[in-house]
């Protein structure tokens, strides 16, 4: 199970920290990724870390978003800074099934959490 926390209406430049807790699963055997989708657009890829602590995070929000865990908790975060009102979304949090090559695709992933708002306003 994935349960996300952190989301809110936030203004244009501020920050959030998104986080995921996992229960069931260990984040030492699954790469985890962070979702996104916006009202009537697909859901897009955020970012990743691997099983060992690797991390990638897509073009738009590089620089901007951080990925990092805490394997004690069985926790997955993401801090958001400089938040854009385009970065508003539902947040996802996910767990993948796959092999690290494949973190930017969604059907390579096994669990999802219930999902996060994220709204920025201008």
């Known amino acids: 199970q994935l349960v996300e926390s952190g989301g809110g209406s936030v203004q244009a430049g501020d920050s959030l920290r998104l986080s995921c807790a996992a229960s069931g699963l260990s984040l030492n055997k699954h790469h985890m990724g962070w979702f996104r989708q916006a009202p009537g657009k697909e859901r897009e890829f955020v970012a990743a870390?691997?099983?060992?602590?690797?991390?990638y995070a897509a073009d738009s929000v590089k620089g901007r978003f951080t990925i990092s865990r805490d394997t004690s908790k069985n926790t997955v975060y993401l801090q958001m800074d400089g938040l854009r009102p385009e970065d508003t979304a539902v947040y996802y949090c996910a767990a993948s099934g796959g092999v690290w090559a494949t973190i930017e695709t969604y059907s390579a992933y096994r669990y999802w959490g219930q999902g996060t708002q994220v709204t920025v306003s201008s």
């Open positions: 870390i691997s099983r060992r602590g690797t991390t």
